[in-house]
């Protein structure tokens, strides 16, 4: 199959979350499965001087309608591997700055536009390129106009630019809101103004688009394709995802093992397997050097936390439950960036016992990977989580999970309390009560060290990797090619 995938982020050359690893794991799969994959991503800055970017070929320039003027921009591309190919969207107004989606502080105002410009220019290379794709497959709000722009344009010039398309929701917390006059650089018939189309509350949303208009949605597990479908995690777009429940999946993400398996993890100080987990001692006596702890004997706990630092993650609960790592013989080692509020409580924390807690305020592949390694309990207190990679990265490095029991984290966790003969971490409420019971278990776990030894067993030894998931994809994408696509996208436009 000749399969497009649209994204605003792809690991190595641009990550600020999971979305990246996801974005390219699916794509490398898929590509050694025989299949011709295409990745659309914005050229910004930090990919263009990425020191892992091949040599780039300039493909054409880009002359793109935004309303009544056009904009220009340029399209390059390369090829990181058999099968896979890149096109990297340019346009240095647009995507040459230092960060992705804001500077920290707030977002970009003309978000809206930069990543418009960027689903315009997929459709148009489409259609100059003649890709004639079997499924065009876009992911979260940068991408979610692009199923509609291109029956647009279809129509537009009588001509087909893909068998399909399919849009996934890796956070529904995302949606690329923006305001109504934004609809005029669109060029789409009036009629996707209304609510049967973009408005959401006085403004457009892109998701809502994606959601609205893609042969097929899907999301990153089986248990948040039912969560959005409530008030409680839809976000206000609960009622748009019913409308489309029929063609809604949940496709569990996978992990990418040439990058997160610790039997051959360079990024790590020495390596190990779940037949010998030597090496694992010294990431964690590692771990601790690295961030200035204090040695802690093979009986003290170690708490690993990486995320972005919001309030999906947690945090509060974390903080919430800060007497108990004050407290109890344990230390805690926490990697994130993010809400300036937490960024600073975090680090008001570490302060009180600067030896047993140590916070690193930076985006760092490395360290993630050392927390990974050298942990024993990894904390995921997350409000909702649409999948999580973490709690499966930690299991394969023979971490256990301390997670809350919502979205992907409840489909990959098995509380080895409730469930003693499969338990692969700790799974509690995602409220501070529930986080404090589940930090008391992990200390009768962790003091029980041939159950804590069963748990982690089962945790290296279960298969997380895209090999497995990408199957899913695979199986949609052909049932979709097999059925003639019945979303509203194609009778609105026709
Ligand atoms: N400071 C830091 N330094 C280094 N690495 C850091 C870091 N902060 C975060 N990371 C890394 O970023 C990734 C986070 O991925 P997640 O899937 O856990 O969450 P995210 O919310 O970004 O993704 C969204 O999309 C993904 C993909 O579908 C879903 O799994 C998830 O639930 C959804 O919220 C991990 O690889 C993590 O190690």
């Known amino acids: ?22 974005v390219a794991a699916l794509g490398g799969a898929l590509a050694d499965q025989g299949h011709q994959v295409a990745i659309f991503l914005p050229g910004y800055r930090s990919v263009l001087t990425h020191p892992a970017l091949p040599e ?17 921009g340029e399209l390059r591309r390369f090829s990181p591997r058999p099968g896979l190919t890149v096109y990297l969207v340019c346009r240095e107004e647009f995507f040459d700055r230092s960060f992705p989606y804001g500077n920290g502080a707030r977002d970009y105002e003309d978000n809206a536009q930069r990543f418009l410009f960027f ?27 692009v199923p509609l722009l291109l029956r647009v344009a279809e129509q537009r010039h009588a001509q087909t630019l893909a068998r399909s398309t399919v849009f996934t929701i890796h956070n529904i917390a995302f949606q690329g809101l923006a305001p109504l006059r934004v609809f005029a650089q669109m060029n789409l018939p009036r009629e996707f ?10 403004q457009l949303s892109a998701m809502k688009g994606g959601i609205l208009f893609a042969d097929r949605v899907t999301t990153v597990s089986p248990r948040y394709a039912s969560e959005i479908q409530t008030e ?10 019913r409308s489309r429940a029929a063609y809604l999946r949940g496709l569990l993400n996978g992990i990418d093992t040439a990058v997160w398996n610790p039997a051959s993890d360079a990024l790590l100080p020495a390596r190990y397997s779940a037949d010998d987990l030597t090496g694992k001692a010294r990431c964690r006596s590692a771990l601790l050097a690295a961030h200035g702890l204090r040695a802690a004997p093979p009986s003290v706990p170690i708490y690993g936390m990486v995320c972005r630092l919001t309030e999906q993650k947690g945090v509060e609960l974390l903080l919430a439950n800060a007497e108990f790592f004050l407290r109890e013989e344990c230390r805690l080692v926490i990697l994130g960036r993010g809400e300036p509020r937490f960024e600073e409580a975090i680090q008001t924390l570490a302060a009180r016992a600067p030896h047993k807690i140590a ?3 930076k985006l760092d592949e490395a360290a993630s990977h050392l927390i990974e390694a050298g942990a024993d309990f990894f904390l995921m207190p997350s409000l909702f989580e649409p999948c999580g990679l973490n709690q499966m990265y930690s299991q394969a490095y023979g971490t256990v999970p301390v997670v809350s029991e919502v979205g992907g984290l409840a489909d990959t966790v098995i509380d080895a309390d409730r469930d003693a003969a499969r338990g692969t971490g ?11 019971d589940a930090l008391e278990r992990s200390l009768a776990l962790f003091a029980d060290a041939p159950r804590y030894a069963a748990v982690q067993q089962r945790a290296m030894r279960h298969d997380f990797s895209w090999a497995t998931a990408a199957q899913a ?9 097999q059925t003639r696509p019945s979303s509203i996208s194609t009778s609105s436009v026709q």
């Open 1 to 22: 199959m000749k399969i497009v995938h649209v994204a605003s982020e792809l690991f190595p050359y641009i990550k600020t979350g999971g979305l990246a690893d996801a």
């Open 56 to 72: 780039t070929e300039k493909l054409c320039e880009l002359r793109i309608e935004m309303g009544q003027e056009f904009i220009s």
């Open 119 to 145: 689903a315009k220019a997929v459709v148009e290379t489409l259609r100059l390129e003649a890709i004639h794709a079997d499924v065009v497959h876009a992911h979260d709000w940068q991408a979610a106009l």
């Open 193 to 202: 103004l209304g609510v049967g189309g973009l408005e959401y509350h006085g």
């Open 232 to 241: 409680a995690f839809g976000c206000g777009h609960d009622g748009v995802i």
């Open 359 to 361: 916070v690193s305020l």
């Open 426 to 436: 700790l799974c509690h409420a995602p409220t501070s009560a529930g986080m404090a």
């Open 473 to 481: 994809y695979e199986a949609l994408y052909r049932e979709l090619l």
